[in-house]
């Protein structure tokens, strides 16, 4: 498995070397399970000093809500994908490109990891399992945001390439973190998975 800078090369001299065999994507539909801790309300009667926080579920469609609100587009029945493991993020309907998100969105990932592998390089075929950690934020400009730090159990399976050299890969990546961020513009604690997944065809070892 490439580590991600060297992944972001590999996808560049394929699109100048490899015309003829179409796009060179991954794409992973991301659906997000977050829960927030928010305060929204602080009074103070007397001597006493009251303040009062709330529970919020955030799941993929309030981010693509927000994300709505922020370009001035309909997002509905729309999911959320990143394309070549974060290069870049996009909403998409079907095949239908809606728009490319990713100046909301980043994403950091460690080179180090925790692996079971079985890979033939002559071949491309992979089998992957491995732990890393990662860091994931949004942020709508709006006042809604949030940095996550966590881990990441991924699997990733690769066949045999073709005669151009191309291989199909199916790739599912569970984070589980927590972190800080904003909703509303009121600070919010965070904890919860982003779980992306999808498959794609992508020139051989590209990972």
């Given at each position: 498995?490439?580590?991600?800078?060297?992944?972001?090369?590999?996808?560049?001299?394929?699109?100048?070397?490899?015309?003829?065999?179409?796009?060179?994507?991954?794409?992973?539909?991301?659906?997000?399970?977050?829960?927030?801790?928010?305060?929204?309300?602080?009074?103070?009667?007397?001597?006493?000093?009251?303040?009062?926080?709330?529970?919020?579920?955030?799941?993929?469609?309030?981010?693509?809500?927000?994300?709505?609100?922020?370009?001035?587009?309909?997002?509905?029945?729309?999911?959320?994908?990143?394309?070549?493991?974060?290069?870049?993020?996009?909403?998409?309907?079907?095949?239908?490109?809606?728009?490319?998100?990713?100046?909301?969105?980043?994403?950091?990932?460690?080179?180090?990891?925790?692996?079971?592998?079985?890979?033939d390089s002559?071949?491309?075929?992979?089998?992957?399992?491995g732990f890393?950690?990662?860091?994931?934020?949004?942020?709508?400009?709006?006042?809604?945001?949030?940095?996550?730090?966590?881990?990441?159990?991924?699997?990733?399976?690769?066949?045999?390439?073709?005669?151009?050299?191309?291989?199909?890969?199916?790739?599912?990546?569970?984070?589980?973190?927590?972190?800080?961020?904003?909703?509303?513009g009121n600070?919010?604690?965070?904890?919860?998975?982003?779980?992306?997944?999808?498959?794609?065809?992508?020139?051989?070892?590209?990972?």
């Open positions: 498995m490439l580590s991600k800078t060297l992944f972001v090369v590999a996808m560049l001299l394929a699109s100048f070397f490899l015309p003829s065999v179409g796009h060179a994507d991954l794409v992973q539909t991301i659906n997000i399970h977050l829960t927030a801790h928010v305060t929204v309300s602080n009074t103070t009667n007397g001597t006493t000093h009251i303040e009062k926080m709330k529970t919020v579920r955030i799941a993929t469609k309030d981010i693509l809500n927000l994300l709505a609100a922020a370009t001035s587009n309909d997002f509905k029945n729309a999911a959320l994908v990143t394309v070549n493991r974060g290069q870049s993020y996009q909403v998409r309907r079907g095949t239908n490109i809606l728009a490319d998100v990713s100046d909301f969105f980043t994403d950091a990932a460690f080179n180090e990891d925790v692996i079971d592998q079985n890979f002559s071949t491309g075929k992979d089998s992957y399992h890393w950690l990662r860091s994931v934020g949004f942020d709508d400009h709006r006042g809604n945001a949030f940095s996550l730090n966590g881990m990441v159990e991924e699997r990733m399976i690769g066949s045999v390439s073709n005669a151009e050299g191309m291989q199909t890969v199916s790739d599912v990546e569970n984070f589980s973190g927590s972190g800080t961020g904003t909703l509303g600070f919010a604690i965070l904890s919860g998975t982003i779980l992306l997944s999808g498959k794609g065809v992508v020139p051989k070892n590209t990972f």
